[in-house]
């Protein structure tokens, strides 16, 4: 198995950035790919970013393309979200999420196995 620990939330103006982290641990070493998704109020959840655990690649929903960047650290089995020029619609509460197979879409939350608890990102007009 395999934990997650989201952590950065917080309350910002639009305009504003935030970092947020996500460190893993347990069975990191099965962990192929690792994404953000969000949730609003009212809302179903949404592929927010995703990146591979081995050559980096990464994917971006339009909504944030160009605006938010993630990243990771192997060595401190840990996935960033920095999100820059925020809006008040990017207002969600924000989850890492880890796969240990590419058995479906990545833009689909049912492909990945492992979740972490959320982090609260609320963005002030």
């Known amino acids: 198995q395999v934990q997650l620990v989201e952590s950065g939330g917080g309350l910002v103006q639009a305009g504003g950035s935030l970092r947020l982290s996500c460190a893993a641990s347990?069975?990191?070493?099965?962990?192929?790919?690792m994404a953000w998704f969000r949730q609003a109020p009212g809302k179903e959840r949404e592929f927010v970013a995703f990146?591979?655990?081995?050559?980096?690649?990464?994917y971006y929903a339009d909504s944030v393309k160009g605006r938010f960047t993630i990243s990771r650290d192997n060595a401190k089995n840990t996935v960033y979200l920095q999100m820059n020029s925020l809006k008040p619609e990017d207002t969600a509460v924000y989850y890492c999420?880890?796969?240990?197979?590419?058995?479906?879409?990545?833009?689909?939350?049912?492909?990945?196995?492992?979740w972490g608890q959320g982090t609260q990102v609320t963005i002030s007009s």
């Open positions: 347990g069975r990191t070493f099965s962990v192929i790919a």
């Open positions: 990146i591979s655990a081995s050559v980096g690649r990464t």
């Open positions: 999420a880890a796969a240990a197979s590419y058995g479906g879409s990545i833009y689909y939350s049912g492909s990945y196995e492992s």
